[in-house]
């Protein structure tokens, strides 16, 4: 995907996105609990809460960035980031960009598009690959459109 995580041409806020049957939701709140200090000593108290994703530049992503980077899991900026994907998986993705850090995934339906209108969507763990710096095997996560 061109300019991950966060594309630099804009997008009208609350563009549609092609995953959604509807109205597309300019933000997201993301609860994660659960996640576990694992050499950086900092993972429970920066990766576990409520963060307010927004829509970024491209219509089926929303990021939380944080307002420095946590733990040194990376040379890029930490975020909390969802995506809804075609084939209707909604990905949220902790610590950096996808698959370096922990995953959360759902499959709320069927092959068509979804209700993107949340209400309080739980996601199944899917990986964890923070290298050593913090664990999220046992953590959860709720998404709500706000």
């Known amino acids: 995907m061109p300019g991950y995580p966060c594309c630099c041409e804009g997008i009208t806020p609350g563009a549609d996105c092609s995953v959604c049957d509807g109205d597309t939701p300019l933000q997201y ?17 920066d990766y576990n809460g409520t963060f307010v994703l927004t829509q970024t530049g491209s219509p089926c ?3 939380f960035v944080f307002p420095e980077e946590l733990c040194a899991t990376s040379p890029v900026i930490d975020s909390v980031l969802l995506q809804l994907l075609p084939g209707i998986r909604v990905l949220v993705t902790v610590g ?6 922990t995953a959360f995934d759902a499959v709320p339906g069927g092959a068509g598009p979804i209700d993107c209108q949340f209400s309080s969507l739980a996601l199944s763990f899917f990986s964890d690959d923070f290298q050593g710096d913090c664990y999220g095997a046992s953590a959860t996560c709720t998404v709500t459109a706000i």
């Open 29 to 45: 709140s993301v609860t994660i609990s659960g996640m576990v200090d694992d050499g950086c000593g900092n993972c429970a108290s």
């Open 61 to 63: 992503v929303w990021q």
């Open 96 to 101: 950096a960009p996808a698959f370096f850090g």
